[in-house]
């Protein structure tokens, strides 16, 4: 072998390097899942929902993927112009280490992969993910929200604070510009040019935050009937407990309290949210629960490997 072929293997490794991570990750979790759970078990728990109605929810989950790329799309529109594909692969692999990795540490690989595929600073990246999450985190609690006000009767006074808690996002946006103003130069020249580069990070105008509000919902809206309707199909009732236990396993995923791969917190929230909107805590009811809960995690978990699947074939060449 040539010294040109030694030279080769390094650029071989880089240029493809999130497809490599990608892989490792996919092989120890299967590896993991056989070792304690066995994939014959698995494989009967999604016969409950039915295969056909699996490959739909599937579908349905990876179009969430799909939209949560148009929104970065949307965010940075000159660096990511015609690299849909690679913007893609990049969400994918991001999604899948941030259900495999504790305690939001995945969300780190965010800005690093921007950084490494379009050439974004990392504070501008991190500005962005952090406005999603709480774009992400409010969608969340806004759709628990109306649960509440169901609970109150739809009382004016709970109409009221829910209208106002989902409009908290466009007046923390209408005061950026002035809290940028006031920071700016009351500082070292370093600390302004990293304020510079957070504002970049953040929706230009109103326009363009109120699409990314949009996105978020639409996203979050269908990964939560999703979730919900498996839910149900797997004996999950009233339908609102279904409904608050897909909610209850989302909000665990996007607080800083998430085990690896979401193992044991996930399906925790779901059946705390599930109780919290009427489920049935007693007996035979609560282990059906119970199941259902772990069925709908590797649901989630099942979506998350046939993204980071896809995300191998999207792309491999860096734009120069």
């Given amino acids: 072998m040539n010294s040109s072929e030694y030279a080769s293997r390094p650029r071989w490794i880089v240029r493809n390097r999130m497809a490599l991570v990608t892989m490792g990750v996919i092989l120890a979790y299967a ?13 009967a728990r999604f016969a409950e929902i039915g295969f056909s109605s699996l490959a739909l929810a599937l579908a349905a989950l990876t179009t969430t993927y799909v939209i949560r790329c148009w929104r970065i799309h949307d965010y940075f529109p000159n660096e990511t112009r015609g690299q849909f594909a690679r913007l893609l692969r990049v969400t994918l692999v991001h999604n899948l280490l941030n ?67 989902v409009c908290l996002p466009f007046l923390a946006f209408a005061a950026k510009r002035p809290l940028m103003r006031h920071l700016a130069g009351r500082g070292p020249a370093r600390l302004s040019r990293l304020l510079d580069e957070i504002m970049l990070g953040l929706p230009e105008h109103h326009p363009a935050f109120l699409r990314a509000f949009a996105a978020t919902l639409v996203n979050w809206g269908i990964k939560v009937v999703v979730l919900a309707w498996a839910l149900a199909v797997m004996g999950v009732f009233p339908v609102a407990a279904a409904f608050g236990g897909a909610l209850g396993g989302e909000l665990s995923s996007v607080l800083p309290f998430h085990a690896p791969g979401g193992v044991g917190t996930y399906p925790a929230g779901i059946v705390a949210g599930a109780i919290s909107f009427g489920a049935d805590a007693s007996g035979q009811s609560m282990v059906r629960l119970a199941a259902a809960a772990v069925n709908a995690h590797l649901l989630i978990l099942l979506s998350a490997f046939t993204g980071a699947g896809l995300s191998l074939f999207l792309a491999p060449n860096r734009k120069r």
């Fill in 31 to 43: 590896a993991f899942l056989q070792w304690s759970i066995g994939w014959p078990q698995l494989v």
């Fill in 99 to 165: 259900v495999m990795l504790p305690m939001r540490t995945g969300e780190t690989s965010f800005p690093l992969l921007m950084r490494a595929e379009f050439g974004m600073p990392l504070a501008r990246g991190t500005a962005a993910l952090l406005v999603m999450r709480a774009l992400d985190l409010h969608a969340l609690l806004a759709a628990a929200g109306v649960g509440l006000v169901m609970e109150k009767g739809w009382a004016a006074w709970a109409i009221a604070l829910w209208l106002l808690f």
